[in-house]
Every structure is written in C-alpha cells, then in structure tokens.
C-alpha cells in the first residue's frame, strides 16, 4: 500500500494554483522552458562541465530550495553568449573555472561554499556573483517563483491593482491620510 503524502491547505492551494497556470500558459514561451525539470542549453562558448560548475557557482551564491533549475541555466546561458562575444570575458571564466575544486556541482553544499569562500575576493568571483543577480532576479522564471507580477506603470500603478488591499493593518484615520486626489 502506498502511503499519501499529507498536504495543508496551502501546499494544496499552491499546486493546484501552478498546475492550472501551467495549463493556461502550455502554448507560451515560458512552458517551453519550464516543461520538465531536466534542462538543456545551448552553450557556445563554454563545455558542459564548465556550465554545470557555474550554474552550481549560482545556485550556491543565491540559493533557492524550490527555484526551478532552468532559472540558474538561463544565467548560465546569458553569460556563455557575454563569453562568445567578448575574449576578455570567456578568459576570466577560463582562469576562474581553474580555481574551482573538480568536481564542484557534485559537492556538498558546504564544501561549494568553502570553496567559494577561499575565493570570494577574486575578480571570477565578484563577476560572477554580480551576473547572477543581474540574469537571476530578471528571469521570468524567478519572477514567477517570487510572485512579482512585473512592472506596474504600464498597468496604471499599484494603487487600483489590489495593493492597497491590506486588511490586516488598521485604517488610517484620514486627517493622516494626506490630500484627496483631485476628482476630474
């Protein structure tokens, strides 16, 4: 007899909320990319190894438990096309890459972060890291992961979009309110 496994009602929430979305976006871009767990790029100017190692670099720099791999690929990505286009680039990563233990992307998370540490003051290390946050925190990916629904003044602000809606806070008295907005 298989054992089911328990759900609270927001682990339930939660994915039945992605199942759905995953159903209502199966024709966009994004279910591309986010089909299955295993991923898959197109590195050109780095090796396999080479990408597997800095992608681990970036999930161990900015780690998220439940962040989908293919948020850490696309950075990896981003920066193999950088290297393609630019010497300097693919040099830092080749003498920095040399500087990682061997088989980095299969050690414990505490010896990656060791490792990482012995050379955080290099410049491979801050490249890195500053690359990451930049790739990282811009993926539509991550956006979906966090809950950020993107930009809000093409939408007209996040006054009338439900971001005024907290109603766990105490109204505001409206002598603190500052001024009315002009009626039109």
Request: net charge negative; charged share 20%.
């Amino acid at each position: 007899m298989i054992a089911a496994e328990s759900l609270d009602r927001r682990q339930l929430l939660k994915a039945a909320t992605g199942l759905l979305t995953g159903l209502v976006v199966a024709g966009s871009p994004l279910a591309a990319i986010a089909q299955s767990r295993a991923w898959a790029i197109d590195l050109r100017a780095l090796s396999s190894a080479e990408g597997a190692t800095l992608a681990a670099m970036a999930r161990t720099l900015f780690p998220h438990d439940k962040l989908d791999e293919v948020a850490y690929a696309q950075v990896i990505q981003a920066i193999d096309g950088e290297a393609q286009k630019d010497e300097n680039t693919w040099r830092l990563l080749q003498v920095g890459l040399q500087e990682m233990p061997q088989d980095f992307a299969g050690l414990p998370e505490v010896q990656r972060v060791a490792a990482l540490k012995k050379i955080e003051s290099t410049t491979f290390f801050q490249t890195m890291r500053l690359k990451t946050v930049q790739y990282l925190y811009a993926s539509p990916v991550a956006y979906a992961y966090f809950g950020y629904e993107g930009e809000a003044f093409s939408k007209g602000g996040y006054l009338l979009r439900g971001f005024n809606d907290l109603h766990w806070l105490p109204d505001v008295p409206r002598e603190d309110s500052g001024p009315l907005p002009i009626s039109r």
